[in-house]
Structure formats: C-alpha cells, structure tokens
C-alpha cells in the first residue's frame, strides 16, 4: 500500500514539469501579472522585516501608556459606527426595495451621494455649523434668548466622530444589501407574506437571515474605512491608530514605532476579515440564476408613506444636503480670494494624479483578472487575494511601507544612478510623484479588481472559448471578445477607484512631493489652519465630482441590469 | 487514420475520480461519430479536451499526423484547426450575425470573406438573417449560424456538444436531419456529443459509448443500438 502511494507521488512529481506545460504557461498574460504582484507585496515584505528591528526608546512609554488609548479609541467608534451603519443601510436598502412611497425613486441614487462627501469635510463642515460663530449659534443669539450649553454643541469628540462617519459611511452597506436584494427572488417574500407573516416580521424573519452575508460584506467595508481615516480624527483630537502612526513618524521621527503600530493595526485588520469570513456563514454571494423575478416594491399607505420619505430625507440630508449647503454658502463667501490661478493648479494635480492611478489600477486589475479567469489555480486564487488585501490596509500603513521602500530603493540605486550621471542625487524616486501614485495603486486595486472580476464573472467562459476555437489567441481575444463585453464593469470600476483616491487624505498627505497640493490636502489643510470658509471650494469640487461619477455609475448599472443578453454559463 | 486519440487520462482540478479513463478511439477522415452517454459521464469533457481547452494528464491526441498533445506538445485550441458548436452556441451579442461568422476566417482576404460568408448562410439556409444580432434569433437559428461559424474556417475536425438539447421536439427532428445534410455536404470529420439515441442512430457512422469516463462499446449505429 505504502509501496503504490509513494510511486503515485513520484509520477505526480514528473507530471508536475512537463515542458509542455512550462512552454504553455510562460506567455504575456501570466509574466506581466507575477511582475505586478511582486511589485505590490515587496512593500509590505520590506516593512515586515524591519520589525525585527531593535525597538526605539519611546516605544516602551507608547506601549505602557497610549497603547491602550488607541485601542479603546479605534474598538469603540468602530463599534458604534459599524453597528449605526449596518442598521441605517440595511433599513433603507430594504425600504426603496420593498416599497414605493414618495421620491423613492430619487432617494434610491441620491441615498449613496453621501460617499462623495470626505468624512474630514463632514466633521469640519459640522463643525463650523455648530460652533460658536456658525448658522445656529449665531441663529440663536440674535433671534432668541436661548443661550446654548456650548458642551451640547461640542461635535469634536467620539460621539461627534461617530455621528460624522455613520452618515457618509452608511452607503457601503445601502449599496451592497441594496444589489443583494435585487438579485433575491419575489417568492421568498411572498411566501412568508401567504404565511400570515407581516412586513415587520418578514423583515426580521426573511429578509435579514438571508441579507446577511451582504450586510456582513457592507460592515466590513466601513469598519476598514474608520480604520483608515485619519482626517476627521485628527482634526477632532481623537487618537486613533491612523493618527498614532502619522504623529510617532513624524512627530516624534520614530519609524520602528511607528512601524509596530502598523503591526499591531495590520493584526486587527486580519481579525476583522477572519470575523468576516465567519459571520458571513457558508453561503456566500448567492447568485441565483438570471431567470427570477425580482422583489417588486408594493405602494406604502397613509402615514408610512410619510414616515418613509420622511426617514429617507432625514438621512439624505444631513449625509449630503446639509453640508453641501453649508459648503456653497461659505464658498460664496470666498470664491473671490480662494479662485485663482494657484487653485486650478490644485484642481489639475488632483485630476492628473488621480487619471494616472486610476487608469494603472484598472489595467492591472483586467490584466490579474483575465489571467486569474483563464488559469484557475492555487497561483491565481494568491494573487487576487493580494490584489484585494491593499485595499484592507490602512492609508498611514501603506504610506509608511511605501516611503521606506522607495528610500531604500533610492539608497541602494544611488551607486549605479552616479556612475550613469554625475549629478543624479540620493533620493530619487522617493521625491516624485511615482511614490504617491504607486501607494494609491497598493491602497485601491482591490476596488477596481472586484469590480472588473465580477464582469468578467458575469460573462464567463463560453464566449472566450469559442473565439480561441475560431483562432484567436487570448490577447486578440480580449480586445475583440472580452474588452466589448466588460466595459460596463470597466466604467464601473474607473468611477469607484477614481471617488476614492480623488478624495484620499492620508497617503496623499505623506507622500506628495514638496508644495504639490491636491483638492482634498488643501481642504484639510486650510481646515486645519482654523479657515474652514476657505475650504468650502475645494471640498465642493470633490463633493460635485465624485457625485457626478456617483450618478453616471448609477446609469451604467441599471443600463447593465436591463441588457441581460450577455448573461452566459 | 485521419485523428488518433490513444490512453487519454483526465481528472478535473477538484474531482477527486478520473473524468476520462484511458480513452483510445480512432476516426477516419470525413468519418461523423456520436459519443453516447448519461449525464455527467465525460462526453463534453471529451469534447473540451480534443479542441485543447483541457489539457489532459496522461495520452496523446493526433490529427492529420500531427501531435496535438503528448508530454511534450502541446497545441495551443487556436492553431489546432478544430471547430466547435457550444451547447449554448456562444455567439457573440455584439456582433452580428455575418461578423460572427466573419470573426474565424482570419487568414482571408477580403472578397474571400464575403464569398464564404455567403457559402456557410446558404449551407445553413439563414442568407437574409446575415445583419441580425445574435438575441434577435430563435434558438433553432442560434444554433444554425453557431454551425455556420464553426464550419466557415473549414476546420479539420467538428465538435458538437449535444446540439439539440436547447431546441424543442418538432424542431429537434427537422434539424437532425438538416444537420446530417449539412455536414455530409460539408464532409467535415465530425464528432458530436448527444444522450439521445435517435440522433446517434440518425446521424453517425460510428457510435462511442461512455460510462463513467470509459469507453464500453464501439460500433455502427444500427449494431449499438439494435438489442435494446
Ligand atoms: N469544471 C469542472 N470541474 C470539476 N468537475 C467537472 C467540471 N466539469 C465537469 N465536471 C465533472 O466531470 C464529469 C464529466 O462531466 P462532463 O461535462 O464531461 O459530462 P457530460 O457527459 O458532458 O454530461 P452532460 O450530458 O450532463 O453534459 C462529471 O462528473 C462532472 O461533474
Ligand atoms: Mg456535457
């Protein structure tokens, strides 16, 4: 028995290098996306070593007395805010799937525009509309005789950080469930509805089991975002780890610090994608076949009617309208010392290097994702996992990895560059943009790679098959077969990737170049430097922006939902 | 012998039986069979790897005395010159139906392309349907012009996998016969997959019979078929 076992090894062992399969697995596709992966993880693997460095002589006094702070700081705003996130997303995803009730076909767009708004414009938005000198206060003072309990009006704190991110956070769940559920079946509410069941009850009874690895997948998502801000945070004097990182690095200038928070943030990380994979049950993403009939919304009456808009607006509101008016008022106040030729400069830095990544991401991703569809193996199964783990890191961890890697390639290239030409200096790559754009690559291919992926999910195989069998190869048939038949998923992919590093704060904090300002660097730092009115415009055009992308990527999905003539095994 | 196929041995990634056992068959030129089987007993998976989309573990496959596949060799599906008709016919949504057909003939100029655009279309009898995009077509017609693209680059083998399990039963009857038709005139060595008797018996010269990814009969139709 033993005897067959061992031979059967050994011939597996042989099969394993048959030239055959070396000639046929060495082509364009598979050696651009190993390149590219080595590219994302040597980052990372260059930071891990270093934690085995000699710790600093601030560490012991981080690890004794602030430590726990962080810890406490970042467990409960992420606590609160992912629990106020899941309840309001997966309440109104339910409501404008269900039911119709005034504007809910507005609301069921409009409900996402929230993400357009930065959560570090939120909180000095509110901010300068709660203070003293803003609209209520002063409304107040001169109308009435309430004179205000100004702790009440304090937004500058765990609960203030919580409300800010629970509102312009809350879409991820929204979307997420919100597309689940479109894809659910009519019959399962309706059997529960024959059953005696009410609304409420199939609600809690259905509805939630069922939606619960969407939600689960929404929660996670924000739970990443707390964990990577740092703009609110640190405007509001909340010492969260993001935070803890960018003031030991560059505050106290100790990176082997800094280097063992990111550690310790990275463990949590990992926690939170293993609790994931745990809560979200067996069953993941269920896609049920293209042939059911979805959950059609039935008329709400009377004063649910009312109470539904009502909620919808509610939320809209504060999460959008609120602020952007605020915003446009101070912007009024301002255009005429803020516009000029220095602020279109701004502008032009933040579409150009935002244009530069994002295209790279999304070539990356068509690149990993075609050649993960086309070898199905334990290799390509590693790398779309490394492609997606970026986006699970925190900004101010990436920031660090990616600074110290290029510094180091920069030192260890300084020789060569000399010998080539005499007046190349030390650094060199670590003082240009390539850094930052780089970092936005690691920090966003996820959003772009699982955007991309589930096009050419929803394609499949047959259709690239057939074309090989006709005598293309897999290059020709990409641009003539796959390109045409994922370009829905493209757009999609550009516009979400292009949202988030248009307003992305910490790496673009770190790693710009010297006096290179984006729109979202200038808003927080004239935020920052107490000018919140003069941070209304470049926080608009982020705002207006990322909602025009928002409302396009909306017409593209029900364009796409609608054209099902594509759908194939 | 026009293909030989000898000792094919095949396992899918997460199976964890052999799909295909020791599969040895060999085929004449111009020569149609049938391979025969229940669900689930290797017929496409046959199939997939002769057009190259499988690579197979142990074996060899030739064509025209050409090495397909051996452990050394391996053809890549697209310079293999082997054609195939999809059980869901997998024509292409954004192109029509004459840029379809076009979409194989790579080496032709252009005049050449338009005459054997019209060759295949007038062998499948679908001329006027040559601008319709492939949804605004019945699943019988689907299937026509499915056969018309396999058939136009003139392939030296033909694959079918069960092309008549997405049509109805009247349709299913009158295809068969037009198939048998078209591939005669044609004179295309032709394999093509089915579980239905009638169309073993209709069609092919030789028959195969699967079970359980291994070969248990081989013959002419009428001697497969004729005890029970
Ligand atoms: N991609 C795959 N991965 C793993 N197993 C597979 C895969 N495709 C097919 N199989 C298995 O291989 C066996 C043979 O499959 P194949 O598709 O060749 O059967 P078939 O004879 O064509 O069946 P049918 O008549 O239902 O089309 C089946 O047991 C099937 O479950
Ligand atoms: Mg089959």
């Given at each position: ?54 710790t ?12 726990i ?113 479109a ?55 909340i ?48 896609y ?36 952007t008016?605020?915003l446009l ?10 516009l ?73 290239t ?17 003082t ?73 704060l ?13 729109l ?6 004239y ?6 009115h ?36 | ?40 007993s ?117 694959l ?35 579980h ?7 069609i ?21 078929f004729?005890?029970?």
């Open positions: 028995m033993f005897i067959i076992k061992s031979y059967k090894h050994k011939k597996d062992v042989n099969d394993l290098f048959k030239l055959r399969d070396i000639k046929t697995n060495v082509n364009m596709w598979s050696v651009l996306s190993f390149v590219v992966i080595v590219l994302i993880i040597l980052p990372t693997l260059n930071i891990s070593l270093k934690l085995l460095n000699e600093s002589e601030n560490w012991p006094h981080i690890k004794e007395y602030l430590l702070d962080y810890i406490i700081n970042t467990a409960t705003i992420v606590a609160f805010g992912g629990a106020f996130t899941m309840i309001i997303g997966t309440s109104l995803a339910w409501l404008i799937t269900a039911f119709k009730f005034p504007m809910s076909k507005f609301f069921k767009w409009s409900l996402l525009l929230p993400l357009a708004v930065p959560p570090y414009v939120a909180g000095f938005t509110y901010h300068g509309i709660l203070n003293y000198t803003g609209v209520i206060q002063t409304f107040l003072r001169n109308n009435t005789n309430i004179n205000v309990n100004q702790s009440l009006f304090n937004i500058m704190n765990h609960k203030g950080a919580i409300f800010i991110l629970t509102l312009v956070l809350y879409p991820y769940v929204f979307a997420i469930v919100r597309s689940f559920l894809k659910q079946s009519a019959d399962l509410i309706e059997n529960s509805r024959v059953l005696g069941k009410s609304p409420m009850a199939t609600f809690f009874k259905v509805v939630l089991p069922i939606s619960r690895p969407a939600i689960v997948g929404g929660v996670s998502l924000v739970i990443l975002e707390i964990l990577n801000e740092y703009g609110l945070f640190n405007y509001f004097g010492s969260t780890f993001s935070v803890a990182i960018f003031r030991t690095w560059f505050g106290l200038s100790d990176l082997d610090s800094a280097i063992r928070l990111a550690a310790i943030v990275m463990i949590m990380v990992l926690m939170i994608l293993l609790l994931e994979k745990l809560m979200r049950g067996r069953k993941r993403y269920s049920t076949s293209s042939k059911i009939r979805p959950i059609q919304p039935i008329e709400l009456k009377g004063i649910k009617r009312i109470l539904a808009t009502l909620y919808c607006s509610v939320i809209f509101g504060f999460g959008f309208l609120i602020p008016i605020q008022h101070w912007a009024l106040l301002t255009y005429r010392e803020i000029n030729v220095k602020f279109l400069g701004y502008l032009y830095n933040s579409l150009r290097v935002t244009t530069i990544a994002t295209v790279i991401i999304v070539v990356i991703s068509i690149l990993i994702a075609n050649y993960a569809r086309i070898k199905e193996n334990i290799l390509t199964k590693i790398y779309t996992r490394i492609t997606i783990l970026g986006y699970s890191i925190p900004g101010a961890v990436i920031a660090v990895a990616v600074m110290i890697f290029f510094i180091d390639i920069d030192n260890n300084y020789v060569i560059r000399q010998a080539i030409s005499h007046n190349s200096t030390r650094l060199f790559l670590s240009s943009l390539v850094m930052l754009i780089f970092a936005y690559v690691i920090r966003f291919l996820g959003i772009g790679y699982n955007s991309i992926e589930s096009g050419f999910d929803k394609i499949g195989k047959g259709y690239f098959e057939a074309s090989r069998l006709l005598g293309m190869s897999v290059t020709k048939t990409f641009f003539k077969v796959d390109l045409p038949m994922i370009k829905p998923a493209i757009i999609s992919g550009f516009i979400l990737v292009f949202i988030d590093i248009l307003k992305e910490p790496l673009t904090m770190i790693l710009r170049t010297f006096n290179f300002h984006t979202a660097t200038k808003a927080y730092q935020a920052n430097d107490e000018m919140i003069q941070a209304a415009i470049s926080s608009l055009l982020i705002i207006f922006i990322s909602a025009a992308m928002i409302f396009v990527l909306n017409m593209n999905m029900s364009k796409g939902g609608r054209k099902n003539v594509y759908k194939n095994k | 012998m026009y293909i030989k196929i000898s000792n094919l041995n095949f396992k899918y990634k997460n199976a964890d039986k052999p799909t295909i056992l020791d599969f040895t068959f060999n085929i004449s030129k111009g020569e149609v069979v049938s391979i025969f089987g229940q669900s689930g290797g017929k496409s998976t046959i199939l997939r790897l002769l057009a190259g989309l499988e690579t197979p573990k142990k074996g060899t496959i030739e064509i025209d005395d050409k090495v397909m596949v051996d452990d050394n060799v391996f053809v890549l599906p697209e310079k293999r010159g082997v054609g195939m008709v999809f059980q869901d016919y997998a024509l292409f949504p954004h192109m029509t139906v004459e840029e379809n057909i076009k979409f194989g003939l790579t080496k032709m100029s252009k005049s050449e392309k338009k005459i054997r655009v019209d060759e295949v279309l007038n062998l499948v009898g679908m001329k006027e349907f040559k601008s319709r995009y492939p949804h605004e077509l019945s699943g019988g017609q689907q299937q026509r012009i499915a056969l018309a693209r396999a058939i136009a680059p003139k392939p030296s083998l033909l079918l996998d069960e092309p008549f399990s997405n049509l109805d039963a009247d349709l299913q009857w009158k295809i068969r016969q037009d198939l048998k038709e078209i591939l005669e005139k044609a004179g295309i060595t032709s394999i093509f997959v089915t239905d008797k009638e169309d073993s018996l209709a092919a010269d030789k028959v195969v019979v699967l079970e359980k990814g291994e070969i248990i009969k081989i013959g002419k139709a009428n001697q497969i004729k005890d029970n």
